[in-house]
């Protein structure tokens, strides 16, 4: 699975089995590069032989939060000398860019859009 896949919300987490959570999304990578984002600082994840870097936010531009890191302004480095594990670097910012209720209404919001929408299954009794 490469980089990009893993940055998505859904995509990592535990596997369900007998004693796995069943509500794990795998939104970790996905929550802490949107707080970088949200705070106007740098994500970066490498992992065997590809990295990626989102691109700080200018103050004067206007952001998104999107499910797809393709989206996002990024850096991504492929054919890199081969890393045996995963590090991750996060800058938080410290200035109020806005608030924590906002932050986290925004990425749920993206995590949200992204979700495939699901039927209810019709149930009929007789």
């Known amino acids: 699975m490469g980089l990009m896949a893993a940055l998505r919300p859904g995509i990592t987490g535990a596997q369900r089995q007998m004693y796995g959570p069943p509500d794990n999304a795998g939104v970790g990578l996905f929550f802490t590069k949107s707080i970088a984002k949200a705070s106007r600082e740098y994500f970066a994840i490498a992992s065997g032989d590809s990295a990626f870097r989102l ?3 200018l103050h004067r531009e206007v ?3 999107y499910a797809d890191p393709r989206r996002d302004r990024h850096d991504l480095y492929n054919n890199l000398p081969p890393w045996k594990g995963t590090v991750v670097a996060v800058d938080i910012g410290v200035k109020k860019v806005r ?3 906002a932050t986290m209404t925004a990425i749920r919001g ?3 859009a992204e979700r495939p ?3 209810k299954p019709r149930v009929k009794f007789v």
């Open 63 to 65: 952001f998104g939060l």
């Open 117 to 119: 929408s699901r039927k």
């Open 110 to 112: 993206a995590i949200a």
């Open 99 to 101: 608030s924590f209720e």
């Open 55 to 57: 691109r700080r936010v």
